[in-house]
C-alpha cells in the first residue's frame, strides 16, 4: 500500500497541514481522538481523500502482562471511525508491576525499551497476535529510542525485529530518528540494524527531529529534522522503497514554511539511491551487553520459544493482566520490568547491570516530560502557581509514581500541596482548593454549586 509523504497532525498545525502542499496522509496520536467528535480539520481532510492513520501510544505490547482487552477495543473504534487501512503501536513497555509481581502497578509516562531476549521476545509475540485478533485492520510496530540499555540482551535490534515479523507477520514502522538515537546513546551502528531487519515489512517510515546534551541523544520531536537522520534515511532507501514516509512534530512547531521545507527535503531524500558513511560513535558510547551482529549462539531460539504462547482464553482475556500465571518468560519478564521501572520513578535501587547514570538521566527525563504533560492536560496548575509549578511537581513525583494516567496525576499532586498547607499564598491555595474540588468529586459540581463555594471562599478569605 503506498502512502506517499505525510505529516503527524496535531491541533496546534491543523490549519497548517491543510494548506501545506504534497502531503499524502497524516497520522493521529490515536489516544488524543474522540471518533464521535472527530475535529473538523480531520473530517475535512478525510473528506478530500486525505489518509488517516491512528498511532497509539498506550497499549504497551511489550509489557509482561496481556494487553488490555478495552484498550484494543477504543484502538479499533478509532481506526474504524478514521477509514484507516492499518494502524501503529509501538515496541515497548509502559506500564510495570501489578498481580504478576504482587506490587502496584506503575506508569511510565512513556515508551521504555523492551529487553531483546527471548523471553521477551515470546511475550512480545502473543501479545502481537492477541491485537492482530483484535482489530480490524493490519498492525505495523515501531523501533523505539532508548537513553539506556538491558543487561545480557541476547538479539540485536535487527535480529529482533527480524524474529518478530517472522513469527507474527506484524508489520514495520521504522523510525530512522531512533535508530540514530540509539546509535548516539547505546552504540548501535543503524546500517547493521537495517541489514538484519526485513525491509520488506516496513509499512513507512518515521523521521523527526532532536538535540544533543552532554553526549546523549533526546528525541525530542520539537527541533528540525538532522542530517545524521536524513543520512539513515537515505541508507533505508538504497534498501528498499519505503512505501511512506511521515514527518513528526510533537512540540515548538515552527511555521508553515519551515514544515513545507522540512517536508520537501524529506521527499528529496527518498529519492536518493546511494548510500552515505554512518560515523562511528564517539568512543564514550560502548555498545551493549550481547548486542552482536554476528550469528552467535545468542541468536539461536531455544527449544521452549512457544511454550507460553497460548491464547487465553475468553475468560481470562476480559482482564488482560489475567492468565499470565504459569508462564515462567511472562514471570520473568514482569519482575525485571517492574524493578526497571520502579528504580526510574520510585527512587528504588538500581537493578544489577544498568548503568546508574543513564538511568539516573532517564529518570530525570521521565519527570521532566511528566510535569510538561500535566501542564498540558491541566493548564490551570501552572496559571494558579505560577513559576513554582515545576519545582513543585518535580519534588512530587520523585517519591510518588504514576499510577493511573495524566489527569489523575494532575489531582493527586493538587491534592497533595493542599494537604501540604500550600501553596503559601492564601490566594492561590483557595483558586487550587476549587480547582481540585470542582475536578475530584464523582460528578462535575452544578454551576451553582461553583458560585456558592467561590461566594464561601470569598468570605473566607477577608
Not at 97 to 104: D, N, V, Y
Not at 348 to 369: C, H
Not at 373 to 379: D, E, G, S
Request: proline share 9%; aromatic share 4%; glycine share 8%.
Amino acid at each position: 500500500m503506498e502512502l506517499g509523504i505525510g505529516i503527524g497532525w496535531r491541533p496546534e498545525i491543523a490549519d497548517a497541514v491543510e494548506e501545506l502542499p504534497g502531503v499524502d496522509w497524516v497520522e493521529v496520536v490515536a489516544e488524543n481522538v474522540c471518533p464521535g467528535h472527530l475535529p473538523a480539520a480531520l473530517t475535512r481532510l478525510r473528506s478530500r481523500g486525505t489518509r488517516i492513520i491512528p498511532h497509539g501510544v498506550s497499549l504497551g505490547l511489550g509489557g509482561a502482562d496481556r494487553p488490555s482487552r478495552q484498550r484494543l477495543a477504543d484502538l479499533a473504534e478509532r481506526a474504524t471511525a478514521l477509514g484507516a487501512p492499518l494502524v501503529t503501536e509501538h515496541i515497548a513497555f509502559v506500564r510495570a508491576g501489578g498481580p504478576l509481581t504482587a506490587s502496584p502497578q506503575l506508569e511510565a509516562g512513556h515508551l521504555l525499551p523492551v529487553p531483546r531476549t527471548w523471553d521477551a521476545l515470546k511475550v512480545l509475540c502473543e501479545n502481537v497476535r492477541i491485537a492482530q485478533d483484535s482489530l480490524p485492520v493490519p498492525l505495523a510496530l515501531e523501533n523505539i529510542a532508548a537513553l539506556i540499555s538491558w543487561p545480557g540482551e541476547e538479539l540485536t535490534e535487527g535480529q529482533f525485529l527480524a524474529e518478530l515479523v517472522e513469527r507474527t507477520g506484524v508489520g514495520l514502522l521504522i523510525d530512522v530518528a531512533n535508530l540514530h538515537t540509539n546509535h548516539v546513546n547505546r552504540g548501535e551502528d543503524p546500517a547493521k540494524a537495517l541489514d538484519e531487519l526485513p525491509v520488506e515489512a516496513i509499512a513507512y517510515v518515521h523521521v523527526a527531529g532532536g538535540i544533543e546534551r552532554d553526549g546523549i541523544w533526546h528525541d525530542t520531536h520539537a527541533h528540525p529534522v538532522t542530517q545524521p537522520v536524513l543520512d539513515i534515511l537515505t541508507e533505508l532507501r538504497s534498501r528498499v522503497s519505503p512505501p511512506g514516509v511521515l514527518l513528526e512534530r510533537d512540540d515548538d512547531f515552527p511555521p508553515k514554511d519551515e514544515l513545507a521545507a522540512e517536508l520537501e527535503t524529506i521527499r528529496a531524500t527518498v529519492t536518493i539511491r546511494t548510500p552515505v558513511t554512518i560515523s562511528a560513535p564517539a568512543a564514550s558510547h560502548a555498545p551493549i551487553p550481547g548486542a552482536r551482529g554476528d550469528k552467535t549462539p545468542n541468536a539461536r531460539p531455544p527449544a521452549d520459544i512457544d511454550a507460553c504462547e497460548e491464547s487465553p482464553s475468553p475468560a481470562l482475556s476480559l482482564k488482560g493482566a489475567a492468565g499470565t500465571e504459569g508462564c515462567p518468560s511472562r514471570e520473568r519478564v514482569a519482575l525485571a520490568q517492574a524493578a526497571l521501572l520502579s528504580a526510574l520513578v520510585a527512587g528504588t535501587p538500581v537493578p544489577e547491570g544498568f548503568a546508574s547514570r543513564r538511568l539516573g538521566v532517564q529518570s530525570r527525563a521521565l519527570a521532566a516530560k511528566r510535569a510538561d504533560v500535566v501542564a498540558k492536560v491541566a493548564p490551570e496548575l501552572p496559571q494558579i502557581l505560577g513559576r513554582g509549578y515545576r519545582d513543585a511537581f518535580l519534588a512530587y513525583a520523585k517519591s510518588r509514581p504514576m499510577k493511573s494516567g495524566y489527569r489523575r496525576d494532575a489531582l493527586d499532586f493538587a491534592e497533595h500541596l493542599l494537604v501540604a498547607g500550600r501553596p503559601d499564598d492564601d490566594s492561590a491555595r483557595r483558586l487550587l482548593t476549587r480547582w481540585w474540588e470542582e475536578r475530584a468529586a464523582p460528578h462535575p459540581p452544578r454551576r451553582a454549586t461553583r458560585f456558592v463555594r467561590a461566594a464561601r471562599a470569598a468570605l473566607v478569605g477577608r
